[in-house]
């Protein structure tokens, strides 16, 4: 088998997995049976690719192959009683060439139904959505493959049984809805983005996941603003994705980082669906991040920031979305703008929130604070504290960095 | 198409959860609204309503379990205690879990605080 037909089989499972299962399910009407007949369908051209060429629309091949696997299974079934299906709206089954972004649009919006658990939609969208092995969701979550396995299977037992639809929501929930989706792909993102635990900073499956995601989503309700705030926020902070970790495999902060590394290209495609998004009212809590991103990003240096700018648009995102992570941004850019003391009266309120209370950023904001007042001791403190409150091994170098640089200071005279 | 099979609608239980102590200080104008809200939402629902009923106080409960050598214990109270307990029901008729989500949503029970309506599928048997 040549390498050629490997990256082939690998581009198309990246582009049209989705595609690909949503049209089977639209023919079996059960996720399980579909996702069979989508893996039967990846492994036979990874056969036939090799013996025939790769086809010239690997997607349509895929689709027809999976869709004809799926007929067939279903006439075989058709002698049994069939097992909980999935619920189908009543338009008609498409061909494989047509309404096909609709039936992903449905995949997508029945994976992140309220009714299952936040943990469910995530594992389901990965795996259905996004073609992730339960071995590489179980891997990104930090639990068991079995453990993985029995919450997609329990998730996708609820879909059937309690008849979860597989359509897209009627436009009074629409908004609603899409929220909800949102919050899954932005959760994929930031796992991906500062992976929670082990050698690598960024897990780079889940960020493209995401970022695809989102771009599908984008093409398919090209108008609905949060959407648009979300893939530009996505693209914004992946655009700094080259210049986080340094040659050493240090990690590295905004101030530190070589803004000559960061791709223009994805900042002024994440600055135009900005633009967009926000001539559109009210702005989401997405689109204001995204905005926050974009003045990073248009600042030529750190020193550059435009602080009372961050500062004010952190007052909007509290206001749309009051949770204690935004307030200890707040304070960080209020002792950016106003002076490190002014950072740590800010912070002053936070340190008794139970929510902040295993934070590790919340110390090393502080440290960073009391670092620059010259208040070596206390500033030692808070690095330790932090260090205690993070498994990532790349930020656990970086404070180490930091608790070091202190203590000599400290010793100097 | 192929469909139809699954055009007959499914059934749903919403149990209807809450504190009694609540239920118990609530005045008559507040039980005045309470039962408009039921009435609203049985008009909405109109035939997909198979049944329901408000249920007399889980002090008022008998329970009956095995009493391990082959018989039967009664004990007064609920099977399980707890702070909150089942107050009603409705047996409801939907198409799918959205509608049955769209007409709970109706319920009063919903927005009090101390209570909630759970939504359960019922076995189809055959």
């Known amino acids: 088998m040549t390498e050629d037909v490997v990256a082939a089989v690998a581009e198309a499972h990246r582009r049209d997995w989705s595609r690909v299962l949503a049209c089977a399910a639209q023919v079996t009407r059960d996720l399980d049976l579909a996702e069979e007949c989508t893996q039967d369908a990846y492994e036979q051209a990874l056969h036939t690719w090799a013996r025939d060429g790769v086809p010239d629309r690997p997607g349509a091949w895929l689709t027809s192959v999976a869709r004809n696997r799926a007929l067939d299974l279903r006439r075989r079934e058709e002698r049994f009683r069939r097992r909980m299906p999935l619920l189908v709206a009543e338009d008609p089954a498409p061909g494989p060439e047509d309404g096909l972004d609709d039936d992903r649009l449905r995949l997508i919006f029945t994976c992140c139904h309220p009714a299952l658990s936040g943990e469910a939609r995530i594992a389901l969208t990965l795996r259905l959505v996004c073609g992730l092995s339960t071995a590489e969701v179980a891997r990104a979550f930090l639990v068991s493959e079995p453990t993985m396995a029995a919450r997609i299977t329990r998730a996708k037992k609820k879909i059937a049984t309690a008849r979860i639809p597989y359509r897209v929501p009627a436009a009074d929930d629409l908004a609603e809805r899409v929220g909800a989706v949102l919050d899954v792909v932005h959760l994929i993102f930031t796992t991906g983005h500062t992976a929670p635990a082990g050698p690598r900073l960024i897990r780079r499956d889940l960020v493209d996941s995401a970022i695809d995601l989102a771009r599908t989503l984008h093409l398919l309700m090209p108008t609905d603003a949060a959407v648009s705030g979300l893939l530009a926020l996505l693209l914004l902070i992946d655009a700094r994705s080259g210049s986080r970790v340094s040659a050493d495999g240090r990690m590295l902060l905004l101030p530190e980082q070589d803004r000559t590394r960061w791709d223009g290209g994805l900042i002024a495609e994440g600055v135009a669906l900005l633009t967009d998004a926000l001539r559109r009212r009210p702005p989401t809590r997405y689109a204001v991040e995204a905005a926050i991103a974009a003045v990073h990003a248009e600042a030529a240096t750190w020193a550059d920031t435009d602080w009372a700018e961050i500062a004010a648009l952190y007052d909007v995102l509290r206001g749309l979305w009051p949770s204690p992570v935004v307030e200890l941004n707040r304070a960080v850019a209020i002792g950016l703008r106003d002076g490190p003391a002014a950072g740590l009266d800010a912070l002053a309120p936070l340190l008794d929130d139970p929510a902040l209370a295993t934070y590790g950023y919340l110390s090393a904001a502080r440290a960073d604070f009391l670092r620059r007042l010259g208040r070596w001791d206390e500033a030692i403190d808070a690095y330790e504290e932090a260090l205690a409150l993070t498994d990532s091994e790349k930020e656990r170098s970086f404070l180490l960095g930091r608790l070091a640089d202190t203590r000599d200071s400290r010793s100097r005279p | ?126």
């Not at chain 2, 192929?2 to 209807?16: G, T, V």
């Not at chain 2, 039967?72 to 049955?100: I, M, Q, R």
Request: glycine share 12%; aromatic share 6%.
């Open chain 2, 1 to 126: 198409m192929y469909l139809d099979e699954r055009r007959d609608m499914a059934k749903y239980m919403l149990l209807i959860q809450g504190d009694p102590r609540q239920w118990d200080a609530m005045t008559p104008d507040q039980w005045t609204a309470h039962g408009a809200a039921h009435g609203a939402f049985s008009a909405e629902a109109g035939a997909r309503i198979l049944g329901g009923e408000q249920l007399e106080t889980a002090t008022t409960a008998t329970t009956l379990r095995a009493d391990g050598a082959g018989g039967v214990v009664t004990t007064d109270g609920p099977f399980l205690e707890t702070k909150e307990v089942l107050g009603g029901f409705y047996l409801l008729e939907a198409a799918d879990l959205d509608e049955a989500i769209k007409l709970a949503s109706l319920l009063p029970e919903v927005r009090a605080g101390h209570s909630g309506v759970e939504i359960r599928p019922v076995v189809e048997h055959g």
